[in-house]
C-alpha cells in the first residue's frame, strides 16, 4: 500500500487498502483490537463496525488516523531503536536488581543521567517477563492513588476506574502474592524509575508490598543524585522512613562527574550502528570525538542522540553515513549541542574538513 499523507476524504480504494493493511499488521503481529481502536481514537464498537465494513459514520477521519499511524511506524522501522548493549554502569544496575529479585529487598540505583541506568531497568524487566513491572513514576504516577492505579492498570486488575484505592491495594496484592505462593514461588519485581517524585505516601505504598509476608515484593528505587539526597534527608514520612532505608539490601550509588569508560561508548555505539544498518568501520578519531561528549552531561545519550542525528541529516543529503568526525560535529546543531569544530567545513556539502582534528578534541571547547 502506498502511504501518503492527506487531508479529507479518502476514495473507496484508498478506504479499502487502509482498512487491508490494518488488518494484515493485525493478524501477522497479533496486534490487539483495543490497541489499533486506540491509535484511531475510537471506541470498541466502532472499530467493529468499521473493521466489518458496516459502519454507517464517517470512518475516513479514524482511518486516516490509522494510516498516518502506519506511515510513522514505517519511518520508525527504517531506522529501529538501539537495544541493550551491556557496559559497566548497566551491569551494576541489573546485579542490583538481581540482587532485590533473589533476597528479596529493596535496592537503590543512583546514577548521572544517561549513564545507561533506564535501559538497564528495562532490559531487567524484559527479562524477568511478567515477573517484573518498570515503571517511570515522574509527575504522572507520584501520588499513592496514582501509582496504585498505575501498577493494577499494568497487571491486568479489572474494573480500576471503579475501585477504591484501599480496594485496588488488596488486588494488587492478591495477584503479587499468586507470584510468590508463600515463598515457594519467585517474588515480583517493580522497579521504579525517577523515584524522586515519589510522594512519601507513594513511598509507602511500595515499602508496604515489599513488607507484606503474602507477597514480599522486590522493589529497586532509581534516579539520579537527588534521589540519594532527598532519601538522606527528607523525615516525617508516615509509617517510618527509617523502616525504608533499613530494607536497602542493594545499591549502586554512581557520582555525577564520574566518568564514562570507553569500552561502555564502544559497547553503545556498536549497538547503535548495528541498528542503524550500518556496516562500515567507525574510525580512531570518531570514537575519540563520541567518549569525549559521553563525559558531557548526558552522557552516554549524547552519542546515541548524535549518531542517530547524524544518521538522519546523511539520509536529508541522499547521502551515505560515515559518521565521520565532521559529520558527527555538524550533527550537534540537530541535538542542540555546540560544535566543537564550527569553523570546519559543513558535513553533506561537498567539504569534508579535516577529520583528524579530532585528536585535540580533548583540548576543544
Known amino acids: 500500500m502506498e502511504t501518503q499523507p492527506t487531508d479529507g476524504k479518502l476514495t473507496s480504494i484508498e478506504r479499502d487498502q487502509v482498512l487491508d493493511a490494518l488488518k494484515e499488521i493485525q493478524r501477522k503481529e497479533q496486534i490487539s483490537g483495543n490497541t489499533l481502536r486506540r491509535v ?50 548497566g551491569n551494576m544496575v541489573m546485579a542490583v536488581c538481581q540482587q532485590a529479585w533473589e533476597v528479596p529487598c529493596i535496592g537503590l540505583v543512583v546514577t548521572p543521567s544517561g549513564a545507561g541506568k533506564t535501559a538497564a531497568l528495562r532490559e531487567f524487566a524484559r527479562r524477568r517477563g511478567e515477573r517484573a513491572l518498570y515503571i517511570q513514576a515522574g509527575e504522572a504516577y507520584c501520588s499513592k492513588q496514582g501509582l496504585i492505579l498505575e501498577i493494577a492498570h499494568r497487571l491486568g486488575v479489572k474494573d480500576t476506574t471503579r475501585s477504591t484505592s484501599a480496594r485496588l491495594y488488596r488486588s494488587i496484592r492478591d495477584k503479587l502474592a499468586d507470584y510468590y505462593a508463600g515463598g515457594e514461588g519467585s517474588p515480583f519485581c517493580l522497579l521504579i524509575d525517577e523515584a524522586t517524585t515519589l510522594r512519601p505516601s507513594a513511598l509507602n505504598v511500595l515499602r508496604n508490598l515489599h513488607d507484606d509476608d503474602a507477597c514480599r515484593v522486590a522493589l529497586v528505587l532509581a534516579d539520579t543524585a537527588r534521589l540519594d539526597a532527598e532519601l538522606s534527608s527528607r523525615a516525617g514520612i508516615a509509617g517510618g522512613y527509617e523502616q525504608l532505608k533499613s530494607r536497602l539490601g542493594a545499591k549502586f550509588l554512581m557520582a555525577a562527574d564520574a566518568a564514562i569508560p570507553a569500552k561502555d561508548v564502544k559497547a553503545v555505539i556498536e549497538n ?45 543529503a541522499e547521502a551515505r553515513a560515515t559518521f565521520s568526525v565532521t559529520e558527527l560535529d555538524y550533527a550537534a546543531g540537530l541535538v542542540g549541542a555546540k560544535r566543537l569544530f564550527p569553523n570546519t567545513a559543513p558535513a553533506f556539502a561537498g567539504g569534508e574538513g579535516d577529520p583528524t582534528q579530532a585528536s585535540s578534541a580533548k583540548k576543544a571547547g
Not at 63 to 70: E, I, P
Not at 80 to 88: D, I, L, V
Open 40 to 89: 484511531m481514537g475510537c471506541s470498541h464498537s466502532v472499530w467493529s463496525q468499521i473493521s466489518r465494513g458496516v459502519y454507517r459514520g464517517d470512518s475516513d477521519k479514524y482511518l486516516l488516523r490509522g494510516r498516518q499511524w502506519m506511515i510513522e511506524r514505517a519511518s520508525r522501522q527504517e531506522a529501529p531503536a538501539s537495544g541493550y548493549a551491556p557496559t559497566h554502569v
Open 272 to 316: 547503535v550502528l548495528t541498528s542503524l544498518g550500518f556496516t562500515g568501520r567507525l574510525d580512531r578519531h570518531a570514537l575519540d570525538y563520541l567518549c569525549q561528549i559521553a563525559q558531557a552531561p548526558g552522557k552516554l545519550r549524547n552519542v546515541v542522540y548524535r549518531l542517530h542525528a547524524g544518521w538522519r541529516l546523511a539520509r536529508m
